[in-house]
Structure formats: C-alpha cells, structure tokens
C-alpha cells in the first residue's frame, strides 16, 4: 500500500503527454522528410507538374491535397503515442492490480486478514478501508452464520435423541398402558417442539430472503386479532392485555406480519409474571410498541436477546416451550419489511419493544381501505 497512487501516476503520463503534444506536427515534419529521402516514391512526377494518366491514384491524391501527407505523418505519430499509451496506463493500474492476488486469497480460513492502509486520503488507501470494513461485516455475518447452524443442529440433535432414547426403551421392554400412554405422551412432546423448531427455521430463511410482495397492510387489524387469539392464554397467565390500536398501514406480507405480532406477543406473555401486563400500542411512530411486565432486563443484555437460541446472558435457552427463535425471527422480519426494532428495559420490570417502519403514501392507504 506504499505504492504511488494511481492518481499521481496517470498525473505524471498526462503531463509528459502534455509536454510531447507541441512536438507532435515536428516530429511529422521530420518523419514526413525522412520519407522522402530515403523511402521509396510512390508519384515520380517533378515539380508541380500533374501527373499523367499513368499515374497511380495515391499520387494523384498528394497533387490534389497538398497536405495529405503531413496528416497522414501527424497520424502515424498519434499511433505511436496511442501505443506507447498502453503500457502507459498498465503501469498507471498497476497498484491497483497489486491488490487482486491479495484478495483473492481470503477465504473462509483466513477471514481476519486484513490490508491496513493507514490514514492515508489517497485512492488506494481509501480503496484498502473500505475493503478492511467490508471485510469486517463479512466476517461477522460469517461468524453469526456459523453460530447459528452450530445452534440448530444442537437443539435439533438434542429432542432426536430424546426420541431414540424413549423407543429404544419401549423396544426393551414390555410396556403396560399407562408406560405407553407416558411413552406416547413424551415422544409427541418432543415431536411438537421439533416441528416448532423447524418452523422458525422456515420462517427464519423466508424472512431473510426478503419479500416477494409489498402489499398496503392494516398493522392495527393484525395485531388485534392476534391479540384475541391470545386472550385465554393471557387469562390462563394472570396477564392483563392492554391495546391501543391506531390506523396504521405498514406495505409487506401478511402471513409475516402476522408472525412478527405473534412472537412479540407470545414472548410478552412467556416472560411476564402473574398478575403483570402486556400492553400493545400501534402507531404511526414508532408503528408498534409491545411492552411487558417481568424481570428487568440489564442494558448490556438486551442485543443478546435477538439472537436465535439465545437468552440473557448469552445463554442457551430453556427446553420448556418455544424454539429459541422469536425474537430473532421478528428481527429478520422487521428487517424485510425496511424497518427497524429494537429493545429496552422498562426502567421497573419487563422489557419494551419497539418496531418501526416506512411511512406508506396516501394512494397505498386508500387501496388498503377499500
């Protein structure tokens, strides 16, 4: 990264280009009269006499146009510098073509290489940060992407062999009614979280490939019919459900959409205490706010909560419902839909989720309406 910058060079060929410009028509001049004393002749014709019939038509052109042949001399000169220009501007590129071995030897096993340009303002060095940022997000996306498949196949793994464990104990050994009726119990226990677990992955994926459609959505009549749906869960908690529900349309799909109210809403009654609230508010900004009673969140621990399989304090989540992908896949959702969510501690007990999104022009909202 020492190099010159291409910059400072292609300055350099331009001003020698600049110098030799004045010298161009000289230098004709000279090849032109070099030509004609030892070139071979192409019109034989003395002086200024015209040339007769016999006469070729190259040389019946030089009569006719005087300059003819110092233009083709000033055009062969021209061709000569166009030449010499290729390599010229090779040389100029060639930091530029220093940084490609470089880079194409980054993979996946060296991924915390990095250029280190320095502080530099010049091309390349700007050149070499922003490839070291890229390089960066890369990398964590990497990491996460690592993580995250070292997770699902723990907690895939995990209720497998729960599964093969339970049968092959069933296999060993006569059972009576009411160890079949447990066995049964147990097996459709762990097969219902592993098809849970398999759904948020699902959703997960699709929501991270982005949305095939932005269709003008009432966010307002989604979130309250997912809240009565949620209502005997709530009453069967001890949990008091809140709304205040505002016209609001958000442009995406409605199956996500749907799927984003009902995480926020199901982790709110998951992580709430008996007697506590879940409060829904929906909005023109931010467009949806869930709020929940229960334990404080500490701030340092609050990102952690949006990654999949995760908990407080980085841990592992507990086997006693969800997959460990809510609020993750609320995240990814959100992020399809151009919006931003995030988290805070209520500053009592329980945690605030706030979700925002891109206002939707008037014509989307009457195409809604109807």
């Given at each position: 990264?020492?190099?010159?910058s291409?910059a400072r ?5 331009v001003?020698i ?5 004045p010298?161009?028509?000289?230098v004709?001049e000279?090849l032109l ?6 070139g071979p002749?192409?019109c034989?014709?003395?002086g ?5 019939n016999?006469?070729?038509f190259?040389?019946?052109?030089v009569f006719?146009r005087p300059?003819l042949?110092?233009?083709?001399a000033?055009?062969?000169?021209l ?8 390599p ?5 590129l ?8 470089v880079i194409?030897n980054?993979?996946p ?9 320095g502080p530099?303002?010049?091309e ?11 390089m ?5 996306g990497y990491?996460?992407q690592r ?6 196949s ?14 092959e104990?069933?296999?060993a050994?006569?059972l009576?009614d ?5 066995l049964t119990a147990q097996?459709?226990e762990?097969?219902e979280r ?7 992955l699902l959703v997960?994926s699709?929501?991270d490939r982005?949305?095939l ?5 009432r966010?307002d009549?989604?979130a ?5 749906a949620?209502?005997?869960r709530?009453?069967?908690?001890d949990?008091t459900?809140i ?13 996500l959409?749907?799927?984003?109210v009902?995480n926020?809403?199901q982790?709110?009654?998951k992580?709430?205490r008996?007697?506590g609230?879940?409060e829904?508010?929906v ?6 706010v869930?709020?929940n ?5 500490p701030?340092?621990?609050v990102?952690?909560?949006f ?23 609320a995240?990814?959702?959100t992020?399809a839909?151009?919006?931003i ?24 909202a009457?195409?809604a309406?109807?």
């Amino acid at each position: 990264m020492s190099s010159p910058s291409p910059a400072r060079r292609i300055l350099l060929v331009v001003g020698i280009l600049l110098l030799i410009a004045p010298f161009v028509t000289t230098v004709a001049e000279l090849l032109l009269a070099l030509w004609r004393e030892f070139g071979p002749s192409w019109c034989a014709t003395p002086g200024l006499r015209a040339p007769g019939n016999d006469a070729s038509f190259f040389c019946v052109q030089v009569f006719r146009r005087p300059r003819l042949p110092m233009a083709i001399a000033v055009t062969v000169v021209l061709l000569i510098l166009l030449a010499a220009g290729y390599p010229a501007a090779r040389w100029c590129l060639r930091p530029l073509r220093g940084l490609v071995p470089v880079i194409a030897n980054v993979g996946p096993q060296n991924l915390g290489y990095r250029l280190k340009p320095g502080p530099g303002r010049d091309e390349l060095t700007v050149l070499g940060r922003a490839i070291d940022a890229m390089m960066d997000r890369i990398a964590v996306g990497y990491e996460a992407q690592r993580r995250f498949a070292a997770d699902a196949s723990h907690e895939l793994r995990t209720p497998l062999a729960v599964q093969r464990t339970l049968i092959e104990v069933s296999m060993a050994r006569t059972l009576n009614d009411d160890q079949l009726a447990l066995l049964t119990a147990q097996l459709l226990e762990t097969n219902e979280r592993n098809e849970r677990l398999i759904e948020g992955l699902l959703v997960l994926s699709e929501s991270d490939r982005g949305l095939l459609t932005h269709v003008p959505l009432r966010l307002d009549r989604i979130a309250a019919t997912v809240l009565d749906a949620h209502r005997a869960r709530a009453e069967k908690a001890d949990v008091t459900i809140i709304s205040r529900l505002s016209p609001r349309l958000v442009a995406g799909e409605q199956v996500l959409l749907e799927r984003l109210v009902v995480n926020l809403v199901q982790n709110g009654l998951k992580y709430n205490r008996p007697g506590g609230t879940l409060e829904v508010r929906v909005g023109t900004d931010p467009a949806l706010v869930v709020e929940n009673t229960g334990d404080d969140v500490p701030p340092d621990e609050v990102a952690a909560l949006f990654e999949p399989f995760r908990r407080r304090s980085g841990r592992r989540i507990d086997h006693s419902g969800g997959a460990g992908l809510g609020l993750a896949i609320a995240r990814s959702i959100t992020q399809a839909h151009e919006g931003i969510i995030t988290a805070s501690s209520t500053g009592r007990d329980g945690l605030r989720i706030q979700v925002t999104f891109p206002v939707v022009d008037d014509d989307a909202a009457g195409t809604a309406d109807d």
